[in-house]
Nanobody
């Protein structure tokens, strides 16, 4: 059973930075992209960023210019560098494995356990 293990969440002041990591226990042959989602209390889960195996990236408008998604294929690891954090970035962040089709990202059944990010002074 493939596992996605996240790390790097925590409490940070507004304007600060955090880096999230998502390590897959093994390669997942059926996927061609990875994504980071977040879910704030009372809100739907939203796709924040995604990256293909070839390195193509896409971001939600709310995080463009502040967040950067990257991957290390040799380590089966995806990262989310979050800079200039705002209180509205507070959420549980989830790593996802999926597929990109027609320009849209479709998550598979493989999800991380979630890591809490809290932006507060």
């Amino acid at each position: 059973q493939v596992q996605l293990v996240e790390s790097g969440g925590g409490l940070v002041q507004p304007g600060g930075s955090l880096r999230l990591s998502c390590a897959a226990s093994e390669s997942i042959g059926s996927i061609n992209a990875m994504g980071w989602y977040r879910q704030a209390p009372g809100k739907q889960r939203e796709l924040v960023a995604r990256i293909t195996t070839g390195g193509s990236t896409n971001y939600a408008d709310s995080v463009k210019g502040r967040f950067t998604i990257s991957r290390d294929n040799a380590k089966n690891t995806v990262y989310l560098q979050m800079n200039s954090l705002k209180p509205e970035d507070t959420a549980v962040y989830y790593c996802s494995a999926g597929r990109l089709r027609g320009g849209f990202y479709f998550p598979s059944d493989y999800w991380g356990q979630g890591t809490q990010v809290t932006v507060s002074s």
